[in-house]
């Protein structure tokens, strides 16, 4: 049996109040484990962001828990969350959010600076992230100099520099073409996920379903179900 | 926290459009208050030009007096008298501070501002370039002050002959002076008895009594006993402070000059402002994504107040560095040009371009506290 990584429960999120409450994710509740790579799909407007942004400690629910290694996430304070999305998530935004200012490596290597790691440390740690994404020899080149793909490694490269147990992709195909979306998929499956990390990604790209090792549905705020991908080794 | 400034530095300064924009701006800044304020500084110490040359600790004079050593009010000669029998003088001489028309050897006639000495000690005597000291006492004899109006003597050397009031008079020394005069007029040191004896007076002919303390302890007596007698003691600097205080409060130039480094500010304030308010809102989403990632608000406000002092730190050292280029340059073409940079014109454009930076920040900081690293998530 596969240990829980995250929990969540009767996870719900409303903006407004009164009449003008609207429910963007309504009581949630599913667990995901260490060595799965999960998916949350469903249509726009259905609350999956939201609901990857509560479980990575962005966006405080309003009512219901989630409990990742043991520890109650929203009870902790903004600092110990600021900590906790430092040390054990790491992030893989829609837009990328790479700087541009920055080489590729100083992007890599930005949450071991926040992790106030030595430039020095951090830049080699990112050289080495940068080649296992096969990024190797690029890292002196701004990201803007970069194909789409390759910013996209980038971006992964980042989210996993400082070692997170729990990996965050929201849209990583969004902006990529079938074929590069799936290489990157590929490779954050075979070359990323581990028995000691769990990766959720948001998605709706179907394209990339056949990786994934479960699926979960949400419509409306709420979880309509989950699909079995492929089988995953706990 | 080093390393985070570390990022700091580099979104700042790779960022090199919006950085050059920044240091244009408060160099920009810095340069024009510095170059106001020190005109202004110039012009105060020239204003006070024969205080400073003379040099005397103390300076007797009518209370009515104190704008200007050329508003001098004559005094009797009993005042004289009076001073020296107070307790704590050790001496006390005449001085005689006036102006007049020369008629030099081409025929032109020429303004020049003539300081009697004390005949008898000659206290407040400029260095001598040229001559003797003793050769004032020959007949007829001045020194001409050797400063950047001195060419309007026509160059005088010793023994160049000049008219004043139908008395001939002689250069029979150069001198130098430690600061030149505001008024740009020529100045000739003489005796106090040829003075008065050439240049035409009112009943009394005392300018100024300058005094000589026998320690400083006794000048606060020294003052208080003069005032009994209806007068009033100054020491140098008061003397300076008071010709000061009337050229910034009565005279319009102070407010100019106040009006001047308020707009420059301004200026400064409106260009940095602007600019790293927009570097700010062009970066908002990367502060966000650095947030999401787990750096906290107090990092984010680090790393903005260091953006906002660090430029105003190096736009400071080049305005600075720009106004004295400025300045140098103009004394070397104009050596009339009065501009003097003073620690209290450093201080008070490091207090500017710090409130820049301050302002600057702040509405930085602002917008940074308030991003949500949802809001990136959203896209």
Avoid at chain 1, 164 to 192: C, M, N, Q, W, Y
Avoid at chain 2, 51 to 57: H, L, M, S
């Amino acid at each position: 049996m596969a240990t829980a990584a995250i929990m969540a429960n009767k996870l719900s999120k409303w903006f407004g109040e009164g009449v003008a409450r609207t429910y963007a994710v309504r009581e949630a509740s599913f667990e995901a484990y260490w060595g799965e790579m999960l998916y949350i799909v469903g249509p726009s407007g259905s609350g999956k962001t939201t609901l990857l942004s509560m479980l990575s400690g962005i966006l405080r629910p309003n009512s219901g828990s989630v409990t990742i290694d043991g520890r109650n996430l929203w009870s902790l304070s903004d600092d110990e969350i600021a900590d906790f999305r430092l040390n054990t998530i790491g992030f893989v935004f829609q837009d990328f959010h790479l700087f541009p200012r920055l080489t590729t490596a100083e992007n890599v290597a930005i949450p071991l600076i926040l992790q106030k790691r030595s430039w020095k440390e951090a830049l080699a740690a990112a050289a080495r992230c940068l080649e296992v994404v096969g990024l190797a020899g690029k890292g002196e080149l701004p990201p803007n100099k970069l194909s789409g793909g390759e910013q996209q490694r980038v971006a992964i490269a980042r989210a996993i520099v400082h070692q997170p147990e729990i990996l965050v992709l929201d849209e990583p195909t969004a902006s990529l073409d079938g074929e590069t979306g799936r290489k990157i998929v590929s490779f954050v499956k075979t070359d990323i996920l581990t028995s000691t990390r769990c990766i959720l990604i948001v998605t709706h790209d179907s394209r990339i379903f056949e990786f994934s090792n479960r699926i979960m549905g949400m419509e409306d705020g709420r979880i309509t179900g989950f699909d079995q991908g492929v089988a995953y080794e706990a | 926290m080093t390393q985070i400034l570390i990022l700091a530095y580099k979104l700042l300064v790779k960022d090199k459009g919006k950085y050059t924009a920044l240091l244009v701006g408060t160099t920009f800044s810095v340069f024009l208050i510095v170059q106001m304020t020190s005109s202004f500084a110039g012009i105060l110490t020239k204003a006070s030009a024969t205080v400073i040359n003379i040099g005397a600790k103390i300076w007797v004079m009518d209370p009515s007096a104190t704008n200007s050593v050329f508003g001098s009010i004559p005094m009797p000669d009993y005042v004289l008298d009076g001073v020296r029998s107070i307790n704590g003088v050790k001496y006390a001489v005449p001085l005689y501070v006036g102006s007049a028309l020369l008629k030099l050897h081409d025929g032109t006639y020429q303004a020049a501002t003539v300081i009697g000495l004390d005949d008898s000690s000659l206290a407040g005597r400029p260095e001598l370039l040229q001559g003797g000291i003793d050769d004032i006492f020959a007949e007829n004899g001045f020194i001409a002050v050797k400063d950047e109006e001195f060419p309007k003597l026509e160059n005088p050397k010793l023994g160049t002959e000049f008219e004043l009031n139908d008395n001939r008079g002689v250069v029979v020394g150069i001198a130098k002076v430690p600061t030149g005069a505001l008024y740009g007029t020529p100045t000739l040191y003489t005796t106090y008895y040829r003075a008065i004896q050439y240049i035409p007076s009112m009943r009394f002919t005392i300018s100024y009594i300058l005094v000589e303390p026998k320690t400083n302890a006794a000048i606060p007596y020294i003052k208080q006993q003069v005032a009994q007698l209806g007068y009033l003691a100054l020491t140098n600097q008061e003397f300076q402070d008071g010709i000061s205080q009337y050229l910034k409060y009565q005279t319009g130039i102070g407010t100019n000059t106040l009006l001047m480094t308020v707009i420059s500010f301004l200026v400064g304030l409106s260009i940095s402002g602007q600019t790293f308010y927009t570097f700010i809102i062009e970066n908002l989403e990367h502060f966000g994504a650095l947030k999401a990632m787990g750096a906290k608000g107090r990092e984010l406000v680090y790393v903005i107040i260091f953006q906002a002092g660090f430029t105003a730190l190096v736009g400071y050292g080049l305005g600075i560095g720009l106004a004295t280029v400025v300045i140098t340059a103009a004394k070397l073409r104009l050596p009339e040009y009065s501009s003097r940079v003073t620690y209290s014109n450093l201080g008070l454009a490091f207090l500017l371009v710090l409130t820049i930076a301050s302002i600057s920040g702040y509405a930085g900081v602002r917008r940074v506290l308030k991003i949500e690293p949802f809001d990136i998530f959203r896209g």
